[in-house]
């Protein structure tokens, strides 16, 4: 009868553990889709956003609509650390790692701390808001403090019909 009721406890807990996580690792679904990418009042990119290796990463495909620039990343819930995880690379070389979680109405994704050759130090993020089906707002920011951050790039996502 006690290895009956240990195992129904095991059960009930590993199943409540599993809704507690559930959200988290379904916080970006949002995002996957094709969408056209709207910056100074016209379209300028498309990102192909598709969930890979059995819905457990999101993998992006960013293009400028000329050819001029490219770039990938790959997010993934780290159930483990109860965070989200973003690896972004481009054809310019550039490589970046994000943590991100939800705050409020928005996701946001911040990045390491980056220090100049004079020594500055620099942070960076990704802001998405305003999320709806068909739209959302993204944001790149930049910061030397931290606390105070300017926008260095503002995209108007738009689902493709």
Same mark, same amino acid.
């Given at each position: @009868?006690?290895?009956?009721? #240990?195992?129904?406890?095991?059960?009930? &807990?590993?199943? =409540?553990?599993?809704?507690?996580?559930?959200? !988290?690792?379904?916080? =970006?679904?949002? +995002?996957?889709?094709?969408?056209?990418?709207?910056?100074?009042?016209?379209?300028?990119?498309?990102?192909? $956003? *598709?969930?890979?290796?059995?819905?457990?990463?999101?993998?992006?495909? &960013?293009?400028?609509?000329?050819?001029?620039?490219?770039?990938? #990343?790959?997010? @993934?819930?780290? #159930?483990?650390?109860?965070?989200? *995880?973003? /690896?972004?690379?481009? !054809?310019?070389?550039?490589?970046?790692?994000? /943590?991100? *979680?939800?705050?409020?109405?928005? $996701?946001?994704?911040?990045? !390491?701390? /980056?220090?100049?050759?004079?020594?500055?130090?620099?942070?960076? *993020? @990704?802001? &998405?808001?305003?999320?709806?089906?068909?739209? &959302?707002?993204? !944001?790149?920011?930049?910061?030397?403090?931290?606390? #105070? +951050?300017?926008?260095?790039?503002?995209?108007?996502?738009?689902?493709?019909?």
């Amino acid at each position: @009868m006690k290895a009956i009721f #240990s195992s129904a406890l095991i059960i009930l &807990f590993t199943s =409540m553990n599993m809704i507690a996580v559930q959200p !988290d690792r379904h916080l =970006m679904d949002f +995002w996957v889709g094709e969408w056209n990418c709207t910056w100074q009042d016209s379209v300028r990119a498309t990102n192909h $956003v *598709r969930s890979i290796l059995n819905e457990k990463v999101i993998e992006e495909n &960013f293009s400028y609509l000329d050819g001029s620039f490219t770039g990938r #990343s790959w997010s @993934m819930y780290d #159930s483990a650390a109860a965070k989200w *995880r973003q /690896t972004w690379v481009d !054809d310019s070389g550039a490589f970046f790692s994000f /943590t991100g *979680r939800k705050e409020g109405d928005q $996701v946001i994704f911040e990045g !390491d701390e /980056t220090v100049t050759k004079n020594g500055q130090k620099n942070y960076r *993020r @990704m802001i &998405f808001y305003s999320i709806k089906n068909e739209s &959302f707002e993204w !944001d790149w920011q930049g910061s030397t403090d931290h606390v #105070s +951050w300017n926008s260095l790039w503002h995209i108007k996502y738009t689902r493709k019909n």
